[in-house]
């Protein structure tokens, strides 16, 4: 795979996007993300804004192809003679925590995050000595006719057979 266009390390802890929750206002309804989500989302786009202001760099354009390896502190069990990260196979959600990143990123890194067309998340505990953070890889993708739904006999999935 070729280097990405942005490849950021950010220093905090992996949060999930948190669900909206409804309140009521006179007649109406009210949604409100809650406070956590709010203050992750602000914190992972104040660190991204500042690489893209240092590295004077534009949102990219176009589709793109993001990367989120998410890294959380490192279990009090596990022992010291497993040294590595270890996958996190427990809540949060992957996508939840990519639904944050890629929220907190539109119009800094990229104009919406519409604009992702492949999205590869992982989740991990630290390794010994690590500390929590997320890391961000972002490339630009170009856009060509995808042929891998073609059948061995040269037709296309989906397709009816001509009748001769």
């Not at 942005?6 to 905090?12: A, F, H, K, R, T």
């Not at 022992?79 to 990143?101: E, H, M, Q, S, W």
């Not at 119009?107 to 590869?120: K, N, R, S, T």
């Amino acid at each position: 795979m070729t280097e990405p266009d942005l490849s950021v390390c950010l220093p905090v802890t992996p949060t999930p996007k948190g669900r909206p929750r409804a309140f009521k206002v006179g007649r109406g309804v009210r949604m409100r993300t809650p406070e956590k989500t709010r203050a992750a989302e602000h914190l992972v786009a104040t660190y991204f804004r500042a690489y893209m202001r240092r590295s004077r760099l534009r949102p990219l354009e176009g589709s793109l192809r993001v990367r989120i390896v998410a890294v959380w502190p490192r279990l009090k069990a596990t022992p010291k003679k497993t040294p590595g990260r270890i996958y996190k196979a427990t809540k949060p959600d992957a996508d939840n925590v990519a639904k944050l990143i890629l929220d907190s990123l539109n119009g800094i890194a990229f104009g919406d995050d519409g604009q992702v067309v492949e999205l590869h998340v992982e989740k991990w505990h630290a390794a010994l000595g690590e500390d929590p953070c997320v890391e961000v890889r972002i490339w630009r993708v170009v856009d060509i006719e995808a042929d891998s739904c073609t059948m061995k006999n040269g037709r296309k999935h989906g397709t009816q057979p001509t009748e001769h």
